[in-house]
């Protein structure tokens, strides 16, 4: 039976009002940088919690919502995270990884030393449900759907005012043992969340032009 439906409640906007609002939409998401040196100072984390709702308010095949945020800020569970996520890229950055693949890290910066796993106020690790909690309730689009969730998730922790990194250890196996998650989910990704160091730096990286990324037909 297709549900009941209600108003799509539509803000209009002038074709001014909407060039203005994306340029300053697109500023602001501009400005969001993967962070890596962190604060341990606390954050409010009823936003944090804001914005794992908007994030659940994202699309999702079928409106499944095939996804777990789990808000870790205990102290030992980040210690235990930490060190598991270090042995893992230990192995990754000395031979686990294609030769390629580091090579294309190399600018960045990045090594096996993750630090802000435990020193960050808080964690998120977003994990993702090849079905529901039966076996037989399927998922459709599950990397789809949490791809675009944790899009949503990033913008939202932005706005709100805190730094975020997508960090991906690999293979993240240790963190469904670690954080006691069912066997129906699988680790997607874990977002540090914070505030930068006072002497924050970032790698200068650039992005691809709109020209580069845009194709109009
Ligand atoms: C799916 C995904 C996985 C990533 N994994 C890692 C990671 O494991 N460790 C890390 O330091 N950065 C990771 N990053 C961050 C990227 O290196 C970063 O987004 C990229 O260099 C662009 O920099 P920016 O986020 O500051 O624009 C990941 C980003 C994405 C989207």
Known sequence: MPLPTIRYQHTRRTA???????TGFCERMR??????????EPIPLAAVEKAIEAANSAPS????????????????????????????EEAFYSGGAPTRWLADLEPLGTNAHKPYLALVPALIVVF???????????????????????????A??????????THTPSPMDFLRRILRRPENERAFC??????????????D????TLEEVLVRM
Do not use: M
């Open 156 to 165: 939202a922790l932005h706005h709100a005012g805190f730094a975020t990194l």
């Open 61 to 88: 095949g079928a409106n499944k919502q095939p996804w777990t945020f789990v808000l870790v800020t205990d102290e030992d569970l980040k210690r235990q995270i930490r060190v598991a996520a270090e042995q893992e």
């Open 205 to 208: 990286i650039a992005k691809k």
């Open 31 to 40: 400005s969001r940088r993967s962070v890596r040196n962190f604060s341990s």
């Open 128 to 154: 993702a449900q090849k079905h529901g909690s039966q076996e037989n309730e399927r998922h459709y689009y599950v990397a789809e759907s949490v791809g675009i969730a944790v899009g949503f998730l990033l």
């Open 16 to 22: 001014a009002e909407s060039l203005a609002e994306a």
């Open 190 to 203: 874990v977002i540090p969340v914070g505030y930068p160091t006072a002497d924050c730096q970032v790698p």
